[in-house]
């Protein structure tokens, strides 16, 4: 039985935990949250009521799992540190992977711990077939992001159209994966892992639109090279605890957790 150190008991934390409960083949020893809420209480004791609720990991607890799906600042916090002990992580916040030396900082922490950091697909496809085009030669990579307008407030977007009055897609940035991490951070998630998986944050091109056509998020990927070409749309339903996040992204958690105890995976 595998012993699963979960971090983040939110929208994704407690999906995450729904879908795990009753495997017997692998249980959740510890809850690791930033407030031990009321609401955490009573989801950690109908979802997981074997799991220790605290703030951070014990110095002498070893999971054989580490699962991130907290946020950016889960990674600094609870990720590197665990990986330089040793233990094994998979991490669901990919764009924290896009502030400068984060990637490295990761890669260094799992190599001190002779350990390995398993980087999730999230809310995008075709992960697979990108990070093997590569292996033979990646030409391009261009990544389209298309949102409701609503979607975008609080976000760089106000400055450069009125989300509010739309009629049609209006694109509101074009550049590099990088530029785009750093202006639309809470947006990163899918450029970074293609980044990640691809050319990297520099030679990735995204285009992010406000679009009142659309009623879910739609992600458009293009790729060419030795390869050949590929070509992905998926329009992602949002998460029904929290529409800000995709369904797809709990589901891509749930996978990697119940590939590491089936004896067939995929």
Not at 71 to 83: D, M, Q, R, T, Y
Not at 154 to 160: I, L, R, S
Not at 230 to 235: A, D, H, I, V, Y
Request: charged letters at 15%; one cysteine or more; hydrophobic letters at 50%.
């Amino acid at each position: 039985m595998k012993n699963i150190a979960l971090i983040g008991c939110g929208a994704i934390g407690s999906s995450v935990l729904e879908l795990l409960s009753g495997d017997t083949r692998l249980q959740v020893g510890w809850v690791l949250v930033p407030e031990i809420t009321p609401a955490v209480r009573e989801t950690a004791a109908r979802l997981a009521p074997q799991a220790q609720l605290l703030q951070a990991l014990p110095s002498d607890a070893v999971p054989d799992l580490l699962v991130e799906c907290a946020g950016h600042a889960a990674i600094e916090e609870h990720v590197l540190p665990a990986l330089a002990r040793g233990i094994p992580a998979v991490i669901a916040s990919i764009g924290a992977l896009s502030a400068p030396g984060m990637a490295e900082r990761v890669q260094a922490a799992a190599e001190a711990g002779n350990t390995q950091a398993q980087l999730l697909s999230g809310a995008i496809g075709g992960i697979d077939a990108l990070a093997a085009a590569r292996v033979g030669g990646l030409e391009t990579v261009v990544y389209t992001g298309r949102k409701p307008p609503k979607a975008w407030s609080g976000t760089p977007a106000e400055q450069v159209c009125d989300l509010d009055s739309l009629t049609e897609a209006f694109c509101i940035f074009e550049g590099s994966a990088r530029e785009a991490a750093q202006l639309y951070p809470k947006n990163a998630n899918v450029a970074a892992t293609l980044s990640l998986a691809g050319l990297g944050l520099d030679k990735t091109m995204v285009r992010l639109f406000a679009d009142p056509g659309v009623h879910e998020n739609v992600h458009q990927v293009e790729a060419r090279g030795a390869f050949g070409a590929m070509e992905l749309t998926m329009r992602g339903k949002p998460l029904a605890a929290n529409p800000k996040t995709s369904a797809l992204t709990v589901y891509s958690v749930v996978r990697s957790v119940l590939n590491n105890v089936a004896p067939l995976a995929i």
